[in-house]
């Protein structure tokens, strides 16, 4: 069975470091087609893409956000980790990690999602 | 960056009644593959996004056949043959040539 699980903090300060966690389940992150995103969601608002961590350690961010993220992987604990510096306010939002699995045909991406933590950002 | 704008952003529709939401990127979504990378999502409230639709007009596992995808290029369409009160929720298209875009939502209720 495939669970994503997100954890970390739920308030950071302005100008902090915000770091997440994302355990994974039933899969390893070491298969050659699998994936895991980080996608956010601001209360009320549209879901964000972040980044994204491939099998074969390639990562890639929003192009909007890049210089403030980094995101990392530890497969021998089966966990993606996602860094965003210099958090503001309008970070404020449900952060979730999600998986991208390809098949020898297609790729379905987001096809399991973790169920999400709020974090708030306020002083 | 490559935009996903929704219409509309909000729907009302009678049980048993068809809808329709358009999705409309700002680049061709058509990889040299062959393969155009749109995908639909459905939020339920207080849950997590679940993947619906999968290059255009997959359906992804389990998802019942009253839900179709059509479209090519930049132009897509999510439809709903007939609606039923679990279809409640918000509605996302997401782009997946270059980096995800999502769209901005449509919002789904029963009348």
């Known amino acids: 069975q495939v669970t994503l699980k997100e954890s970390g903090p739920v308030l950071v300060k302005p100008t902090e470091t915000l770091t997440l966690t994302c355990t994974v389940s039933?899969?390893?992150?070491?298969?050659?087609?699998?994936?895991v995103s980080w996608i956010r969601q601001p209360p009320g608002k549209a879901l964000e893409w972040l980044a994204h961590?491939?099998?074969?350690?390639?990562?890639v961010y929003s192009t909007s956000l890049k210089s403030r993220l980094t995101i990392s992987k530890d497969t021998s604990r089966s966990q993606v980790l996602l860094t965003m510096t210099n958090m503001d306010p309008v970070d404020t939002a449900t952060y979730f990690c999600?998986?991208?699995?390809?098949?020898?045909?297609?790729?379905?991406?987001?096809?399991?999602w973790g169920p999400g933590i709020l974090v708030t950002v306020s002083s | 960056d490559i935009v996903m704008t929704q219409t509309p952003l909000s729907l009302s529709v009678t049980p048993g009644q068809p809808a329709s939401i358009s999705c409309k990127s700002s680049?061709?979504?058509?990889?040299?593959?062959?393969?155009?990378?749109l995908y639909w999502y459905l939020q339920k409230s207080g849950q997590s996004p679940q993947l619906l639709i999968y290059e255009v007009s997959s359906r992804f596992s389990g998802v019942p056949d009253r839900f179709s995808g059509s479209g090519s290029g930049t132009d897509f369409t999510l439809k709903i043959s007939r609606v039923e009160a679990e279809d409640v929720g918000v509605y996302y298209c997401?782009?997946?040539?270059?980096?995800?875009?999502f769209g901005q939502g449509t919002k789904l209720e029963i009348k």
């Open positions: 999600a998986r991208l699995y390809c098949d020898s045909v297609s790729c379905f991406p987001f096809d399991y």
């Open positions: 039933g899969f390893s992150l070491s298969y050659a087609r699998v994936g």
């Open positions: 680049q061709s979504l058509l990889h040299s593959n062959g393969k155009t990378f």
């Open positions: 997401m782009q997946g040539i270059y980096l995800h875009t």
């Open positions: 961590s491939f099998s074969n350690d390639e990562k």
